[in-house]
């Protein structure tokens, strides 16, 4: 999250060079940008801000990130959540952060009954209580996922419980869902709704058991959530595979998983028939530490009792060796290891997921993606969408559009049509 306080770098930065810029913007803008009478000084300015996209990446590691690396990650993480929301509560920031940080290119993915503007999305425990969910839309991510949501408000584990490793672009942290419950956050989405009509583009719910709900009645739990979320949400994903609630990752296993998508299914069903809709998507996200069989029983139990895709994968119990021996006491925190260390393992449980499960069952692709080069890694081992979080705290909020325009360079090189023509074709870098 500590990426966040890019923005205000980059506006400061935008304000500082306002004065180099020529004037009127070029024809690749958008009319509504390129005639603004609302801030023409401030779009004037962007055009040289964004001469020197590469430049404002270089601000946020040579000012933004040593300024962070002081800080306490969940503080600062905090900070910066608070930082973007703020950012984004008025229209010339969001105008700024849509100028600087959104995508100017689509690339239209069709998936679980809709089209995304793009397959880059925000990974699930970022903004875990819906706070910011204009600021990610400003930003150009093309769906968002809030999460995990569980049906009991909880604090989560003792802090510190979140860890950076920069030199190995590693995180460890043992959270241990800490979220404002369900329902508080159904009304929240409630009143968002009220207020700004709905975010505009998918928003995703990630749900996950309350600690102290018995691994038993863990199927109500995810019910009862999903329930409470229906109306707000496009997509769920049902998390049984973090790390840091005891026996969470059992809920993997072959009658837990069976109860609990039952459950949601039946939950799901009864809103769709009571607001006169079809049901919603459910998918599953699984760990990185299966092995084959697991992972073979488990795709096997979600397809066949209804999941609409499968989300590869949550962080990792594994521990690589860090990059810098100074690393080595972050390394040896309990908890999930998310970023570069996950990479690999994450792109080749999609390249398995896929030989399981054949090509029409979506794959939504997380795990240390910090570059397009990484998106297209996964989607070429078989995602049809991608997500991150580690790679927004080291890369920066230009990671969606360094994601976006560096896919459509690549597509555009081997003059294929959309994400769809790469998705599982093995195409190298
Ligand atoms: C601090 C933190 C909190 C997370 N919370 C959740 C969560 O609540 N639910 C979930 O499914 N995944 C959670 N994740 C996992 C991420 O969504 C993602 O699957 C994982 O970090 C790998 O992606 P990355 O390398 O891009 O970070 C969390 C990750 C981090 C770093």
């Not at 910066?80 to 689509?106: C, Q």
């Not at 990630?206 to 199927?219: M, Q, W």
């Not at 069976?258 to 607001?275: F, G, K, S, T, Y």
């Amino acid at each position: 999250m500590q990426f966040l306080l890019q923005p205000v770098w980059a506006l400061k930065n935008n304000l500082l060079f306002s004065h180099q810029s020529t004037g009127g913007l070029p024809n690749r803008w958008p009319p509504g940008v390129r005639d603004s009478h609302v801030f023409p000084g401030a779009a004037a300015s962007l055009e040289g801000c964004l001469a020197r996209e590469k430049s404002m990446g270089v601000l946020y590691r040579w000012f933004g990130r040593p300024w962070l690396r002081v800080q306490d990650s969940e503080n600062a993480h905090k900070r910066s959540l608070k930082i973007l929301k703020f950012t984004a509560s008025n229209p010339l920031g969001r105008f700024m952060l849509r100028a600087i940080y959104k995508p100017k290119r689509d690339l239209p993915v069709k998936v679980f009954g809709t089209t995304y503007n793009h397959p880059f999305g925000l990974a699930a425990g970022m903004d875990k209580n819906a706070d910011a969910l204009r600021g990610w839309q400003a930003l150009g991510l093309a769906f968002v996922e809030i999460g995990g949501v569980t049906m009991l408000q909880q604090d989560g584990n003792p802090r510190p419980r979140m860890f950076r490793a920069d030199k190995s672009q590693a995180l460890v942290n043992r959270m241990g869902f800490n979220n404002e419950g369900s329902e508080a956050i159904s009304e929240k989405l409630g009143r968002f709704k009220h207020r700004n009509g709905g975010l505009n583009v998918p928003l995703w719910v990630n749900l996950g058991k309350s600690k102290l709900t018995p691994i038993a009645e863990a199927h109500v739990d995810y019910a009862t959530s999903l329930q409470r979320l229906w109306t707000y949400a496009d997509v769920f994903v049902v998390n049984v595979s973090s790390p840091n609630t005891p026996q969470l990752r059992t809920l993997q296993n072959d009658d837990h998983l069976v109860r609990i998508l039952n459950a949601c299914h039946e939950a799901n069903v009864a809103c769709a028939e009571q607001e006169g809709t079809s049901v919603k998507p459910v998918l599953v996200k699984i760990a990185p530490d299966l092995d084959e069989h697991q992972l073979s029983t488990v795709v096997h139990t979600a397809k066949a009792n209804g999941a609409s895709g499968i989300v590869v994968s949550n962080t990792t119990v594994a521990r690589p060796d860090p990059h810098h021996p100074k690393e080595t006491a972050i390394f040896a925190q309990q908890g999930g290891m998310s970023g570069q260390p996950v990479k690999e393992r994450s792109t080749e449980l999609i390249r398995q997921v896929r030989s399981i499960a054949g090509p029409d069952w979506p794959i939504v692709g997380v795990g240390g993606v910090a570059s397009a080069g990484d998106a297209w890694e996964k989607i070429n081992a078989g995602a049809t969408l991608i997500q991150a979080y580690s790679g927004f705290v080291f890369e920066g909020p230009a990671l969606t559009k360094d994601v976006v325009h560096g896919l459509h360079r690549r597509l555009a090189s081997r003059q294929l049509h959309s994400v769809a023509d790469a998705v599982g074709k093995g195409f190298q870098d």
